[in-house]
């Protein structure tokens, strides 16, 4: 007989990193904390579950792909290779989403463009108040939206305040739709850029990783729309790269935003553009 425990060893020796090998034994024998079934006896489903994920995640699969899901702030998220995997800089800028849109007064509506897993909208979902929130979530991928469905359907009575739509950027939501708060995590990487890992290139949807010779057409795209989707005083919060700073602080004046902050990631980069709408009566 082969225990839990011991398959996590035997695992852990294979993949040469026992918390990944932890995860997918965890995943492989559906037991969530694991801790709690280490010195269970392990059925021949089980490890030929595990065989065939250790198998993928030689072969340089993401290991979030081969888990099919990954933790984001306080969701457990399905994700495949249909949807980017949720980074932790993405975190922040929901949360600075989650801190605008709670701060409003009455009934708060955002929008999340680019949605992918549906972890940024999602997120707002479940953490601001049930009552007078409404999230809209859109993304172009029918495939990316069949994935935030699928999350959509996992978090329970918030699911009820948000709508999700097909639609290029602003092209398809309804004219009418004023937020408090837009956010989005778009693609910002230059088409040619060799900075990639190749496993992100080689895994990760390329419509969610480029956008544009200088990485910039999204950003540009949603800068330039976004006021008119906006309320008065509402808030545009964007991820960026790393050096898009400046480009996005430019296009942010250029089309009336005020108030405009870049904010570092935990590293220190400068990865967050925020701007406020200004007032239709300035
Ligand atoms: C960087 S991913 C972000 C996914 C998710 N919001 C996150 O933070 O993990 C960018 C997303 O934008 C979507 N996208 C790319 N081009 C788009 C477009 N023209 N209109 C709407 N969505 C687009 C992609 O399908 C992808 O899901």
Do not use: C
């Not at 399905?78 to 009934?107: H, M, Q």
């Not at 602003?170 to 708060?181: G, I, M, N, R, S």
């Amino acid at each position: 007989m082969t225990t839990v425990r011991e398959l996590v060893e035997s695992t852990a020796a294979i993949v040469g990193d026992r918390n990944h090998a932890r995860w997918l034994v965890e995943v492989a024998v559906s037991a969530d904390p694991l801790d709690e079934v280490l010195d269970d006896e392990v059925t021949e489903r089980m490890v030929a579950h595990l065989d065939v994920m250790v198998g993928r995640y030689r072969t340089g699969e993401p290991l979030q792909y081969v888990l099919g899901r990954w933790a984001f702030r306080h969701l457990d998220l399905f994700v495949d290779e249909r949807v980017l995997i949720p980074r932790p800089e993405t975190e922040e800028v929901a949360g600075i989403a989650v801190e605008f849109a709670r701060a409003v007064d009455g009934e708060r509506t955002v929008i999340d463009l680019g949605t992918g897993s549906g972890a940024i909208g999602l997120s707002l979902a479940t953490e601001l108040p049930l009552d007078g929130t409404s999230i809209w979530m859109t993304d172009v991928s029918s495939d990316a939206l069949a994935v935030a469905q699928a999350n959509l359907a996992g978090i329970g009575r918030p699911a009820r305040n948000v709508t999700i739509i097909q639609s290029r950027w602003f092209d398809d939501v309804p004219q009418e739709l004023q937020a408090d708060v837009i956010v989005s995590n778009p693609p910002y990487i230059a088409a040619n850029s060799e900075a990639v890992d190749r496993s992100v290139d080689r895994h990760e949807p390329a419509i969610a990783l480029y956008s544009g010779v200088d990485g910039l057409d999204a950003i540009r795209e949603i800068i330039e729309n976004a006021g008119n989707y906006l309320k008065s005083n509402g808030t545009l919060v964007l991820e960026i790269g790393f050096d898009q700073a400046d480009a996005a602080r430019g296009l942010l004046t250029q089309h009336g935003f005020i108030d405009i902050e870049i904010r570092q990631d935990v590293f220190g980069n400068d990865r967050i553009a925020i701007g406020r709408w200004r007032s239709h009566a300035v």
